[in-house]
């Protein structure tokens, strides 16, 4: 795993934002998997300042996100979706129909998760997938459990998320409590994968994450098996690893 030790969340997130850009530059027709989340959005704002000055294109490129809240529309101002659009594809010059957030209001979820897992296999998986990880070491909505799910699935989500995730709804009850999030074999599948943290509510789920055991009690932990992940965090993100010695 190669780490980029960033002094604060805007270095860590204008690095990610290059690690992106420079993989459309060097496919223009890539695939990227795509996160939500307080993490990914300064990233997305570089992306959307390099596209204004002609510095980078999204004509070609296929986007897959890894989740979406159960029961919210797409035009609800929490849901995946229209975080996607209002951060990023509003913005940019991607082929609307060449995105895709699992539809979170459909009546047959089981279905939406068949065909999503189908539509990321008909890509050939994606090439570059953008992580944020939970406090709880949840990737996507992977959260902790006693086995890694593969497939995209429908989801409870832990009272740590829920809880997190309040801060962006009126109050706790409004938080959903189920999403659809890509599974473990799908992230697993793409041929790279670019983990971003920020912060030191993250410092542990990183250090478990990088340095743990292989276990779906740390979900992030799986990803010391995929041959080639980059962690973009800030300092305090990986404090716990650095105070433990390790290098990065
Ligand atoms: P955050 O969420 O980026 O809002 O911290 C990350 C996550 O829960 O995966």
């Avoid at 934002?17 to 530059?25: D, F, G, N, P």
Wanted: hydrophobic fraction near 40%; include cysteine.
């Amino acid at each position: 795993m190669k780490i980029y030790r960033e002094k604060d969340y805007d270095a860590m997130s204008r690095r990610a934002a290059e690690i992106i850009a420079a993989e459309i530059l060097h496919d223009p027709a890539c695939v990227l998997g795509l996160a939500t989340g307080s993490t990914p959005e300064g990233a997305y704002k570089y992306l959307v300042d390099w596209y204004g000055k002609g510095l980078l294109s999204f004509k070609d490129v296929l986007s897959v996100n890894l989740d979406e809240y159960v029961g919210l529309a797409p035009d609800h101002d929490q849901s995946y979706r229209y975080f996607m659009q209002s951060n990023l594809f509003d913005h940019v010059d991607i082929v609307p129909g060449n995105t895709r957030v699992p539809d979170g209001l459909s009546k047959d979820p089981g279905t939406v998760c068949k065909e999503y897992d189908a539509y990321i296999r008909s890509l050939g998986y994606v090439s570059l997938q953008l992580l944020g990880i939970g406090r709880n070491g949840h990737i996507g909505f992977n959260e902790p459990g006693d086995h890694f799910v593969k497939e995209t699935h429908v989801v409870d989500l832990t009272e740590s998320t829920i809880d997190a995730n309040a801060r962006f709804f009126a109050s706790r009850e409004d938080v959903p409590r189920q999403a659809i999030s890509m599974g473990i074999g799908a992230i697993m599948g793409a041929k790279k994968v670019l983990l971003c943290a920020s912060g030191e509510e993250k410092a542990e789920a990183i250090f478990n994450t990088v340095c743990g055991p292989i276990s779906p009690s740390c979900p992030g932990s799986i990803l010391q098996l995929h041959p080639n992940v980059v962690l973009v965090a800030d300092e305090t993100a990986l404090s716990k690893l650095t105070a433990a010695g390790v290098e990065v």
